[in-house]
T-cell receptor
C-alpha cells in the first residue's frame, strides 16, 4: 500500500533554532501534502497545504514565515519550523491524498519538543 | 466550510461490551467520511471510509460505521470491545473536489475497563 515516510519521529531542539520535518511518498507521487498540528489532547488542525511546484496555502492564523513549507518534488514535502519556541512544541503530521480521494496516507508524525 | 462534531469527549466501556461513537458532519453535498484511530504518541490509522454506495461500511478490527444522510451522521460501532481498542478516535470529512481538504472532529477518547 501507499506509504508516506515522515522523519524525524521525535526531535528536541533549543529555543531559537530551526527544525526540518520531511515527508516522503515512497510508492506514489504526492502532488499535494497536508500538514497538520496536534496539541496534547486536541484534534488535528490543518496548518497548510503544499502543492508541488507552487507556493503553499496557509490556514488562517498560521505564520507562513515561521512554518516554511517546500514541495520541490512529487515525492518530498518539508516543513521547517524556524526560530522555534516552546509553544511550538506539538505533534506534526503530514498527509497526502491519493487517487481522487481513494484514501489519505498519513505520515507517522513528528513529536517536536522545544526547550 | 465543512465541520465535524464528535459529541463525546471521553467514553468508558467494559471489555466485551458494545460500542458506538457518534459523529455528525456539516457539508454542502455528500461528503467523503472517515474514521481514524490514534494510539498515544502514534500516528493515525484508517479504520474505515465511506465514499458512495452501501451506507453500512465495514472496517478493520471489527469496526463498522453507518452513513445516515438524513441525520448527517456517521457513527462508528463495534459489537464487542477489546482492551486493545483503548485509543483516541477521530471522525473526519473530506472534500470531494478542490483541495480535497480533510477536516477532523475533536476526537473521542475510549477507555476500556477489563
Amino acid at each position: 500500500g501507499a506509504v508516506v515516510s515522515q522523519h524525524p519521529s521525535r526531535v528536541i531542539c533549543k529555543s531559537g533554532t530551526s527544525v526540518k520535518i520531511e515527508c516522503r511518498s515512497l510508492d506514489f507521487q504526492a502532488t499535494t501534502m497536508f500538514w497538520y498540528r496536534q496539541f496534547p489532547k486536541q484534534s488535528l488542525m490543518l496548518m497548510a497545504t503544499s502543492n508541488e511546484g507552487s507556493k503553499a496555502t496557509y490556514e488562517q492564523g498560521v505564520e507562513k514565515d515561521k512554518f516554511l513549507i517546500n514541495h520541490a518534488s512529487l515525492t518530498l514535502s518539508t516543513l521547517t519550523v524556524t526560530s522555534a519556541h516552546p509553544e511550538d512544541s506539538s505533534f506534526y503530521i503530514c498527509s497526502a491524498p491519493r487517487e481522487g480521494l481513494h484514501g489519505y496516507t498519513f505520515g507517522s508524525g513528528t513529536r517536536l519538543t522545544v526547550v | 466550510a465543512q465541520s465535524v462534531t464528535q459529541p463525546d469527549i471521553h467514553i468508558t466501556v467494559s471489555e466485551g461490551a458494545s460500542l458506538e461513537l457518534r459523529c455528525n458532519y456539516s457539508y454542502g453535498a455528500t461528503p467523503y467520511l472517515f474514521w481514524y484511530v490514534q494510539s498515544p504518541g502514534q500516528g493515525l490509522q484508517l479504520l474505515l471510509k465511506y465514499f458512495s454506495g452501501d451506507t453500512l461500511v465495514q472496517g478493520i478490527k471489527g469496526f463498522e460505521a453507518e452513513f445516515k444522510r438524513s441525520q448527517s451522521s456517521f457513527n462508528l460501532r463495534k459489537p464487542s470491545v477489546h482492551w486493545s481498542d483503548a485509543a483516541e478516535y477521530f471522525c473526519a470529512v473530506g472534500e470531494r473536489a478542490g483541495s480535497y481538504q480533510l477536516t477532523f472532529g475533536k476526537g473521542t477518547k475510549l477507555s476500556v475497563i477489563p
